[in-house]
């Protein structure tokens, strides 16, 4: 019996034969190789962050800014479409979930495997100041494009209401024996990376706030 895939958008049927795949294959980046510092060589190392808005203080609130903002991070919507789709089982739990994720670049496609870990749903302070966090993270597996792992947090501060994701990712290029995708890659790779982080925050932006304003619809 086949298990029902989530695809954030159409995606080619290889995609889909690749995600069968995705359990045999491991981490290509070990935890001890990912940078400590801003500044480790050949690494890159990103931090993003912007401001959901508000809902009231205390307990976070169903259909509210977290929840929805947490629902959007948990199914990989907010990924801006025209650079990347992704495709998971729909039964498999966040913590362990295997991702195919389909890179897009002027007609071309690229298959990129990911697994998700640390996932992080609690209660907290930070600052002094209580917060409720929802975060987890990817490690790229053998055949990406790239070594590393991103990070998303998501945090509201229990006694104002505002609501906050945080992204974080640390990367470098893996070994390519296409010449031609290496050079395209070290071409374009770093300028579509930038853009993915800039698009997913705004995209999520754009999905809270929608759903504030018809709280009917709820997320996309």
């Given at each position: 019996?086949?298990?029902?895939?989530?695809?954030?958008?159409?995606?080619?049927?290889?995609?889909?034969?690749?995600?069968?795949?995705?359990?045999?294959?491991?981490?290509?980046?070990?935890?001890?190789?990912?940078?400590s510092t801003d500044d480790a060589p050949?690494?890159?190392?990103?931090?993003?962050?912007?401001?959901?808005?508000?809902?009231?203080?205390?307990?976070?609130?169903?259909?509210?800014?977290?929840a929805t903002a947490a629902?959007?991070?948990?199914?990989?919507?907010?990924?801006?479409?025209?650079?990347?789709?992704a495709a998971f089982y729909d039964d498999a739990p966040l913590e362990g979930r295997d991702m195919l994720l389909v890179g897009r670049f002027h007609g071309l496609r690229f298959f990129m495997g990911v697994r998700v870990g640390g996932v992080v749903r609690e209660t907290g302070r930070r600052q002094g100041r209580p917060v409720e966090r929802f975060a987890w993270h990817y490690r790229t597996l053998e055949g990406h494009l790239e070594q590393g792992q991103?990070?998303?947090?998501?945090?509201?501060w229990l006694d104002d209401g505002q609501v906050r994701l945080e992204i974080s990712a640390r990367s470098r290029r893996a070994p390519m024996r296409n010449p031609v995708v290496a050079l395209g890659f070290a071409l374009f790779g770093r300028r579509q990376q930038l853009r993915f982080y800039d698009l997913a925050l705004a995209r999520t932006q754009h999905l809270v706030a929608r759903s504030a304003a018809t709280p009917d619809a709820g997320a996309e």
């Open positions: 019996m086949s298990r029902p895939v989530h695809v954030t958008a159409p995606v080619p049927r290889a995609a889909l034969r690749e995600l069968a795949e995705l359990h045999r294959r491991e981490p290509n980046v070990a935890p001890a190789q990912l940078p050949g690494w890159h190392v990103d931090h993003l962050a912007t401001s959901l808005g508000a809902e009231p203080p205390g307990d976070v609130v169903d259909g509210g800014v977290f629902r959007v991070l948990e199914r990989y919507e907010f990924a801006d479409q025209r650079l990347v789709r991103m990070d998303y947090e998501l945090v509201k």
